[in-house]
């Protein structure tokens, strides 16, 4: 297709956007122009010496000569001597030996073939990329010997090509000829001593957008617009004829912008309109606009979706008519989307089902654009995934109302090393109300952050204070986004077990798509996290509390908050009080909170400050640990 803009502001632009037509024939692979060497030689072919031929003589003599042309342009014929051919044509060279044998010999008959072809000398001069003399074989024509010279070059003419032989002019031949229609009747023979000569390229014009060969193509005489279409192998469909322009070099001083409407010449009715192209013309012929306003569209529960032609006072029951809906197709409320005059879309509804029953109040006189929409009845597939230690894990399609134990049953139940106690179950839905809520609080403490740091800007603070404010405000920042980079998992806490055991009980929840459940394998340690000495997962060991853990993680540190010491079960669910009688078991995880008390009493507003800092990362210490467990 055109592109649009063009800068031709400099002569070697048009260069730039398109290639000069025909001059890539010569960069084809070496066997293109190469002359046939291996078919007999036909009656007009000269020859010359070194040529060798086979002469096959039979009657009452019998004989098959091998005779090569010498230097001098003789064969030597046993019996009958020499014989001078070079130069003669091969039938007539042919005749000659059979009547020179014929003094010397009675009642015989012969036939000549070629078998070793001599070469011939010739000059490829002018425009060429290689010029020189060149020795080629004799079968060599115009053709072959300017592969061999590299073709004209771009500054050579490729239609007024010369073949000079003996001083006179004996051909001009035109390539283009040949490449637009097959013509080689220009393409002589050559002759040892022929001169190829290639003057510079004549006028050229340019030609592009909608056509099928764009190109930069060399003028021989008057050219009309139309005959320059034509080597641009015409027009395309997309062609605009009222939309064709060019641009003409006017007096060496400017450029100026001639546009055309062919549409009166490609009718036939006006050939004045096919005005004369000039010497460096660039003719670009625009395409008609592509998008389509006379159609509506069908989409949704239909055998047909996609585009239909728009007609005058078109009706819904033209368009829609029963053939083209599917079975599950929904009747009773079908779409009609339409671009108002103010270019704002409207929803109309109607009811299919009444109209096919003969309601011609439902039958909706359409508009271009409008865009009917057949909703469906089948509801949409629910799937749910289940993976770790179940016995056929994977995804799997549940039905509305469809159980939790149904699940664990259809995937084969538990494995031996199965620890359902720790089963993390999450749901879409929770992680997003999650996110929301983490998003909700984010947003919340960052405008607090902006609202004391402007209270505390002027209140007149000493350069201490202040600068245990900025303190505070980067700590609190910190927290703010070491919260933000957190995935909410959507967790929900369940008690899970053996199928029949979870059968009408409350913690046999029903399933909603997109449900996960992992059943991770048996763990052997506990988990002491927080302000301790120590982070650490440790061994398990039976009948042993909280406290047993708490001093193997070196108990807490001074800054913790031992009265919040909270326990955190493998299921998802936490436990605050009766620690000490709490049974602790594999998977659990023991949180040792920071204190939000201040540690030391200095001026009131740095007690402030530290109470601000404590209770700000206890409440966003709760968001990240619920949602990267």
């Keep these: 297709m055109f592109q649009q803009p063009y800068d031709l502001t400099a002569p070697q632009d048009i260069s730039r956007i398109l290639s000069q037509f025909g001059y890539d024939l010569f960069q084809a692979p070496s066997s293109t122009f190469a002359p046939v060497t291996g078919v007999p030689v036909g009656p007009e072919f000269i020859l010359g010496p070194n040529d060798t031929m086979m002469i096959y003589i039979w009657g009452l003599v019998e004989n098959i000569l091998y005779l090569t042309i010498d230097l001098n342009g003789n064969i030597f014929l046993p019996k009958a001597g020499i014989l001078h051919i070079s130069g003669l044509r091969f039938a007539e060279a042919e005749a000659r030996i059979k009547e020179h044998l014929g003094k010397y010999f009675k009642k015989f008959d012969l036939k000549m073939t070629m078998k070793d072809l001599h070469t011939i000398q010739v000059f490829v001069l002018g425009q060429v990329v290689k010029p020189g003399g060149y020795t080629i074989s004799s079968l060599s024509t115009i053709s072959n010997a300017l592969y061999v010279a590299g073709g004209p070059s771009k500054q050579g003419t490729m239609r007024n090509i010369r073949l ?87 007096d060496y001083t400017e450029k100026v912008a001639i546009d055309l409407d ?79 005059s103010d270019f704002t879309y409207e929803v109309l509804y109607f009811d299919l089902r009444t109209l096919l029953k003969g309601d011609v109040s439902q039958d909706i006189e359409l508009r271009a654009l409008d865009r009917i929409v057949v909703s469906t009845e089948l509801k949409l597939v629910e799937t749910v995934t289940i993976a770790g230690e179940i016995k056929r894990p994977g995804n799997y399609t549940i039905t509305r109302g469809e159980r939790l134990s149904s699940l664990i049953r259809r995937a084969g139940g538990f494995t031996a090393d199965a620890y359902p106690k720790a089963a993390v179950f999450t749901r879409d839905t929770i992680r997003l109300a999650e996110k929301e809520e983490l998003d909700t609080v984010l947003k919340m403490q960052q405008q607090m952050i902006l609202q004391e740091s402007a209270a505390y800007g002027a209140a007149g603070l000493s350069e201490a204070d202040a600068a245990q404010l900025r303190a505070a405000a980067a700590q609190r920042q910190q927290y703010l986004t070491l919260a933000a980079q957190q995935v909410p998992l959507g967790r929900m806490a369940i008690h899970l077990a053996e199928p029949e055991k979870m059968e009408n009980t409350p913690d046999d929840i029903p399933l909603m798509t997109a449900d996960s459940l992992t059943i991770p394998k048996r763990p052997s340690s506990v988990l002491v996290i927080g302000s301790v000495y120590n982070q650490s997962a440790f061994l398990h060991k039976a009948n042993q509390n909280f406290q047993y853990y708490l001093a193997r993680a070196g108990g807490p540190t001074p800054d913790a908050d031992e009265s919040g010491i909270y326990l955190l079960r493998a299921d998802g669910s936490a436990e605050t009080s009766w620690l000490k009688m709490k049974k602790i078991e594999p998977g659990d995880t023991i949180v040792v909170p920071m204190s939000t008390a201040a540690k030391y009493m200095v001026v009131p507003l740095t007690k402030d400050i530290a109470t601000i800092i404590g209770q700000f990362a206890l409440a966003l210490g709760v968001f990240i640990r619920l949602f990267t467990l």
């Design 262 to 340: 062919l549409t009166a010449l490609y009718a036939g009715r006006d050939p004045r309109a096919d005005i004369q192209i000039l010497d460096g013309d660039f003719v670009k012929v625009f395409p008609i606009y592509s998008s389509i306003y006379e159609l509506v569209r069908l989409e949704g529960a239909v055998k047909y979706p996609g585009d239909y032609q728009f007609k005058p006072s078109m009706r819904l029951s033209q368009l829609l008519t029963p053939d083209k809906l599917l079975p599950q197709a929904y009747l009773d409320k079908i779409e009609l989307v339409r671009l108002k």
């Design 164 to 250: 000079i032989r003996n001083n006179k002019t004996l051909v001009t031949m035109d390539l283009y000829e040949f490449l637009l229609k097959g013509d080689k009747t220009s393409d002589l023979r050559l002759e040892t001593g022929d001169t190829i000569f290639v003057p510079p390229i004549g006028p050229v014009a340019a030609i592009s957008g909608s056509v099928k060969r764009p190109a930069i193509y060399e003028l021989r005489g008057p050219t009309p617009i139309s005959q320059l279409i034509d080597m641009g192998a015409g027009l395309v469909p997309m062609s605009h004829l009222r939309r064709v322009q060019i641009e003409r070099v006017r």
